[in-house]
Structure formats: structure tokens, C-alpha cells
């Protein structure tokens, strides 16, 4: 059974950085893909950015030059790297893990990310 682990979310003023991460254990890391996910009050959850088990990245337009994802196989994890962040940013973010031709069916219980401005 797969178990993610988020970590590293908390307040921070608008324009900061906050660095997140994912740990995987469970199952080989090596042949998920990684997608961090958000979720802000009364919205839709969205796919922010995800790395694939090749290391091939996906970024939302939305957060595109601002979040970096990437990955540690070594470590089994998995980071987003959040700069210039913006109050609309504000949500709980969850990893979730997925292997080829599958869905997201792991996933995180999320790490609050909170923005003032």
C-alpha cells in the first residue's frame, strides 16, 4: 500500500517562497508519477504540477515560472519549490501518486499553504 507524506506548508507573505515535499513509501517510487494538487475553499481541486517517474514535468499554466517540481528517487520524494507566492495561492496541498495508465488513486492528507497579502 502506498502512503504519501506532505510536509513543509505554513503562512507566508505574498511575494515569499515555501518549499513542500512528498514522501513516498510503500511501493517502488521509481515507476509513479508525482502530481501535487490543490484545493482552496469552495473550489475544484487542481493538478499544480506533476513529475513523472521518467522525470518528465507538467506545470499549470497558473503557477508556470513561479513552481518548480522535482524529484530525489534516492530519498523517495518528491518537492514543489513555490516562489513568488500570491494570496490566490492560498490552499491545502496534496501529493498523490499514480503508475502508467492510471489514475491519481494514492494520495497525501495535504499541508496548508496559506499566503497574506
Known amino acids: 500500500q502506498v502512503q504519501l507524506v506532505e510536509s513543509g506548508g505554513g503562512l507566508v507573505q505574498a511575494g515569499g517562497s515555501l518549499r513542500l515535499s512528498c514522501a513516498f513509501s510503500g511501493r517502488p517510487f521509481d515507476t509513479h508519477t508525482i502530481g501535487w494538487h490543490r484545493q482552496a475553499p469552495g473550489m475544484q481541486r487542481e493538478l499544480v504540477a506533476a513529475i513523472s517517474d521518467a522525470g518528465t514535468t507538467n506545470v499549470a499554466g497558473s503557477v508556470k515560472g513561479r513552481f518548480t517540481i522535482s524529484r530525489e528517487n534516492a530519498k523517495n520524494t518528491v518537492y514543489l519549490q513555490m516562489n513568488s507566492l500570491k494570496p490566490e495561492d492560498t490552499a491545502v496541498y496534496y501529493c498523490?501518486?499514480?503508475?502508467?495508465?492510471?489514475?491519481?488513486?494514492?494520495w497525501g492528507q495535504g499541508t496548508q499553504v496559506t499566503v497574506s497579502s
Open positions: 498523490a501518486a499514480r503508475r502508467l495508465g492510471y489514475s491519481y488513486n494514492y
